[in-house]
């Protein structure tokens, strides 16, 4: 079985990307090689989850209102109203409003302020 190793977000902006996920996840960047790219750790090594990478677009922007058509990431977070409300401070819309997932927990789809869609999830056994 092969597991997902690291994931890339696409940005016009790059810093601000990196402004904006570094606030809203204190995720750290460090710029690799000497080019338009950056490698996120966001977490401790020995904590569940995977590492990623952050680089320049280089197609079209996604358009807002159009159906998914990528990978979308989700990240646990420990309350979900506070990140919707941080991102938002930030400069993310909501894509998809707070909803259960029936003994999961709490997820909502944002739009980064690249246009790129993430979620994030609030672990809640009892999620309704």
Known sequence: MARVAHFEIHA???QRAIEFYGALFGWEFTQWGGQDYWLIKT???EEPGIDGGLMR???DR???GQAVN???CTTMVTSLDE???AGIELGATIALPKMPVPGVGWLAYFHDP???IFGAMQSDPEAK
């Open 12 to 14: 016009d902006n790059p």
């Open 43 to 45: 977490g401790a090594p």
């Open 57 to 59: 677009r280089m197609g």
């Open 62 to 64: 996604p358009q807002l």
């Open 70 to 72: 990528a990978y979308v």
């Open 83 to 85: 990140t919707i409300t």
């Open 114 to 116: 690249e246009g790129n």
